[in-house]
């Protein structure tokens, strides 16, 4: 599966520019398609690499502080809290495997914003699941799960969104926070009912009604702060930051740990991982760039506001779908996308907060896909990119029916 859209997307970018090159009418704004095409073949080459050395520095910090909480014991404690509910969506994985705490600290970290902390102990997470692996090259039902969570991660605290709406002069910043949470619960409620029907598992239990009792004292938490100033909101994330690497460093001077040692060992292994996963990043990381650099995606909005006038549909959204069209193949382009869009329309028009509302409650999947199958060598996905898209459009429809109604 994984080959097959690879390669298409490739081949697809090419048939488009060989289009535009043989018949220029077809792009009336951008005569240089072939040349853009290029350039971002080995632009996109070389941002992988950059991204993959970027990506160095916090494997190497997050897999250490890892490291130090794991041999002072405090992954199991942590594991134990989330170990009746994981086990029961991943009955393959036994009670008191490793992957099960760090998986909890890397959905903790997804759930507060914690990108750089999330990516590391999600690739740990990978890496113990896939000793449970029969297969080592095709991706195992708790993997796949493990994956959709994380693509389809709820966020309870969109700082960033919420800053960059702040720069641009929105009346009330925090106003999409409710659209925001809403839209990613419903992206992570597809995602997981996907695949527990593809894995035909029995999800309905005490243990999912305590985790949503837990999620609903979580968004209490969270709208207290969110009725904060922008200052103190901005504060959550670095101090939840600050407070995670003391405790972890406490934990293990307090068990008798040589935490330095600990540290250095657990860097090495995230060294190792970040060279691992380059060959995957250059491969999809180029195959999206020649479809933005194509301009596949104007072919995709100037077709959906063709049929929405047609069918006499609204289309005042439409000016926020390129970030919806964007986010699942990169994050840095869907969030120019949504600042151009705030910047275009007003950041308190519907079409602002729309896509402000899918930047934080999509993730670039893709992504996400290139460097979790990569660390551990997986090449056969399944259902996975299917099940991930799926989620994601239910996420952005979800943005647009909530904002809608809410503003």
């Not at 090419?14 to 077809?26: D, K, S």
């Not at 070389?46 to 910090?61: E, K, R, T, Y």
């Not at 004292?217 to 600050?242: E, H, R």
């Not at 063709?306 to 964007?326: E, N, Q, R, S």
Request: charged share 10%; aromatic share 8%; proline share 4%.
């Amino acid at each position: 599966m994984l080959s097959r859209v690879w390669a298409s997307l490739i081949l697809i970018s090419a048939t488009i520019v060989m289009a535009g090159t043989l018949f220029p009418g077809l792009f009336p704004a951008d005569t240089n398609i072939l040349q853009n095409w290029v350039e971002a073949l080995f632009e996109m080459s070389d941002l992988s690499i950059d991204i993959a050395l970027g990506l160095v520095g916090a494997l190497c910090f997050w897999m250490g502080i890892f490291q130090i909480a794991q041999a002072s014991g405090l992954i199991n404690v942590l594991g134990r809290m989330l170990e009746p509910l994981l086990i029961k969506l991943m009955p393959s994985v036994p009670k008191g495997h490793p992957s099960i705490g760090a998986m909890t600290m890397n959905i903790a970290a997804n759930v507060f914003g914690l990108d750089n902390a999330a990516t590391p102990m999600g690739l740990k997470a990978m890496e113990d699941l896939q000793t449970l692996n029969p297969d080592k090259k095709q991706i195992s039902d708790a993997q796949l799960l493990f994956v959709v969570l994380n693509t389809t991660s709820v966020t309870l605290l969109p700082v960033t969104i919420i800053m960059y709406r702040i720069e641009m002069g929105a009346a009330q910043a925090s106003d999409v926070l409710l659209p925001i949470i809403l839209a990613t619960s419903c992206s992570s409620i597809a995602g997981v009912a996907i695949v527990a029907w593809k894995q035909k598992l029995k999800i309905w239990s005490w243990h999912i009604l305590i985790g949503l009792f837990a999620y609903v004292a979580l968004l209490t938490t969270l709208f207290y702060f969110s009725s904060q100033s922008p200052d103190m909101l901005g504060k959550v994330g670095p101090m939840i930051l600050l407070l995670t690497v003391s405790g972890i460093l406490l934990h293990g001077l307090k068990h008798k740990v040589d935490v330095y040692e600990e540290f250095i060992t657990g860097a090495k292994e995230g060294f190792g991982l970040a060279v691992k996963i380059m060959p995957y990043l250059v491969a999809m990381l180029v195959a999206v760039g020649l479809v933005r650099a194509s301009g596949a995606l104007d072919f995709l909005l100037n077709g959906l506001s063709w049929c929405l006038a047609k069918l006499h549909i609204g289309d005042d959204f439409v000016g926020a779908l390129p970030t919806a069209f964007m986010k699942p193949f990169s994050g840095s382009g869907a969030r120019a996308l949504m600042l151009e869009t705030m910047q275009h329309y007003g950041v308190d028009s519907i079409q602002g907060r729309i896509a402000a509302v899918m930047q934080g409650s999509t993730e670039t999947t893709f992504y996400v896909l290139s460097v979790y199958l990569g660390a551990v060598g997986l090449q056969r996905s399944r259902y996975l990119i299917s099940a991930c898209l799926t989620a994601d459009v239910v996420g952005c429809t979800a943005a647009i029916i909530f904002t809608k109604m809410l503003f």
